[in-house]
């Protein structure tokens, strides 16, 4: 039987902090699901730190922007926990689910599948936004071995959301879908418009089914067409590189969200292209802190 509490697999001392790196039952997926979690050296109980929430993009695991992306430098001065979910259940079982580095593992595309195949574990929009996130702020999940309850070091009230790729996709639909969940949002490199690339085509057919008027509600550009942002202050960075080969064959697609945007008279957006970064880590890390101390600002 899986274990409901967090489970502590290993600590790794970093930028005065640490990395938390756990494990846990997921009631969403039917899996376990790993998370990595950054707590800085300033949080207590008496003064938690807020929580910035980064999804990663295809094929990544909580490791690879924890280990690559340098946020918890800024994250660290500015008294930031930083969160790492997984970007899919793993193990599932499903036949065709590790055949693709775009679709099933590595690739939940943070909704959730509607597909016969699919519905029984890749839910990772209600895992995001519902579970987990009730999960680190529930002192009876803490680990047991942690020394501290987590929960405790961890201010619920304060959350903002960013993302790479696949990620900031996730951190453009979960943010406006869920309007107060966060504070602020902003992604890099993000599949803009999903509904419109190979990527989210795929993935939303594979996911979803047929019904592409059904596919728009997890489309950033679509939801601002939608109008509940209407005249609204989006609170959001963007970041794309023009030498990002992905941007160049039309995954991306920022230039839609932005006509969406001007638009609908959405305001806070602010989308910079960014000249010869590609799409890995080297841009990632490079404009980091910009992105932590976006959050910064309507966490702190």
């Not at 509904?195 to 997890?218: N, R």
């Not at 992905?246 to 945007?261: D, H, I, R, S, T």
Request: charged residues 20%.
């Amino acid at each position: 039987m899986l274990k409901m509490a967090f489970e502590l697999k290993s600590r790794i001392a970093t930028f005065g902090g640490e990395l938390l790196k756990l494990s846990h039952a997921s009631t969403s997926t039917s899996t376990p699901m790993a998370v990595s979690i950054y707590l800085p050296p300033a949080s207590s109980s008496s003064s938690p730190a807020p929580v910035l929430l980064y999804l990663s993009g295809l094929t990544c695991t909580p490791d690879n922007c924890s280990e690559k992306g340098f946020l918890h430098a800024t994250a660290s001065k500015k008294g930031m926990a930083i969160v790492y979910p997984d970007t899919s259940p793993r193990g599932a079982g499903i036949a065709g689910e590790d055949e693709a580095y775009d679709f099933g593992s590595g690739a939940g595309f943070y909704i959730d599948a509607t597909t016969e195949a699919w519905k029984g574990h890749y839910n990772m929009e209600r895992y995001i936004t519902t579970e987990l996130l009730s999960s680190l702020f529930d002192a009876k999940k803490s680990p047991a071995d942690l020394g501290f309850n987590l929960a405790e070091k961890l201010d619920k009230s304060r959350v903002s959301i960013t993302g790479h790729s696949m990620g900031g996709h996730g951190a453009l639909t979960l943010y406006m879908k869920n309007p107060g969940l966060f504070k602020s949002v902003s992604a890099f490199a993000p599949i803009c418009n999903p509904t419109k690339c190979p990527w989210g085509e795929k993935a939303f057919k594979g996911y979803l089914g047929e019904d592409k008027e059904g596919w728009k509600k997890h489309d950033a550009t679509e939801l601002v067409k939608g109008g509940e942002w209407k005249g609204k202050d989006l609170k959001a960075l963007i970041d794309v590189g023009t030498g990002d080969n992905f941007y160049k064959q039309g995954q991306l697609l920022p230039e839609n969200f932005e006509a969406a945007v001007k638009e609908a008279g959405v305001s806070g957006v602010t989308v910079r292209y960014q000249e010869k970064y590609d799409h890995s880590y080297f841009f990632i890390s490079s404009f980091a802190e910009d992105h932590v101390e976006h959050a910064a600002k309507y966490l702190l």
